[in-house]
């Protein structure tokens, strides 16, 4: 596999637990963990292979008895919910789909048992000096931060991922208007409402709903 180089220094935001959700230790040892020799690096690897991945890794490191180098290997999911069917219903995401991150004690030799895992492009680092070998970057404080913020639950509320375009026609599931349709006037994601355009005995009215309450149609 062709590896290849990734030119920026820091992470893209996209826009983070599978099998991990105990791994990232509370936000009060996060300066202990900066100034310690363990860090937190981002891996690319070739999305949709994140799950193949952290299963080779988890194995090989209790294989190859690396548990005192490598501290966590975690997909960075996070919860938000969706509507369907009328429902609200919770699942998981990848907020940063083709990477894992990985908190190592990071030399040669880790960095080469790393990098030569199926499917792994590169560990994110500096750019390309001929001549040289490229160095990891590990994340910044404030990218650690965000990312146990997220990890963790302590963010301000749950993130809402559904698709809803003023326009989009929808029908009503529940409530008086069961079974009207309409188009979407505005949708409110800060109040979970929308308003929807109804035809109500011949006569076009704006109806408030709550996102629950209806399904996209198609």
Known sequence: MTEEKNNDKNMTEPDIKTGSEEDMKPETETAEEESGKFKWYAVRIIS?????VKAYLDNEIRTEKLEDRINNVLIPLE?????KGGKKKIR?????????????????????FVSKTPSIINMVGSKSVKGKRLEPIPLKANEVKRIKAILNDEADEDKLDVFLNVGDPVKVTSGPFNNFSGNILEVNLEKLKVKVMVSIFGRKTPIELELGQIEKEK
Do not use: M, S
């Open 48 to 52: 949709g292979h994140e799950n193949k």
């Open 79 to 83: 919860k938000v919910f969706e509507v």
């Open 92 to 112: 998981l995401k990848n907020f940063l789909p083709g990477y894992i991150l990985i908190e190592a004690d990071l030399d040669d030799k880790i960095r080469d």
